[in-house]
């Protein structure tokens, strides 16, 4: 485990522009969907775990542009998804949702 200082309740909801990470353990999947729609920011959430009828149940509850399954959230970019360069990754439900490149923030009239 590494060294470190627990997480409060409110760390769950800052973004702290740093290297800082706010983990919650949990004692069942459940209990991660509901951490998780209570503090996400809907932008990439991710569960570590053997179980993967957990990982099944957590990728249909969990409401974010990215959900990942026991790697990092950092994969969250343009270029690992084979989209090249982005602009930014949108949370919305409308129009396109995660990274975001030219081609989705753009429209040619023909």
Known sequence: MIDGTKALVDDFDTNFLDYILAIKIVDSVEEAIEHISKHSTKHSES???TNKEHAKRFSQSVDSATV???CSTRFTDGG???FGCE???????????GPMGLEEL???NT
């Open 106 to 108: 753009t429209h040619i």
């Open 80 to 82: 690992q998804f084979g």
């Open 47 to 49: 569960i570590l775990t």
């Open 68 to 70: 990942y399954m026991n």
């Open 87 to 97: 602009i930014g990754i949108s949370i919305q439900k409308l129009h396109a949702r």
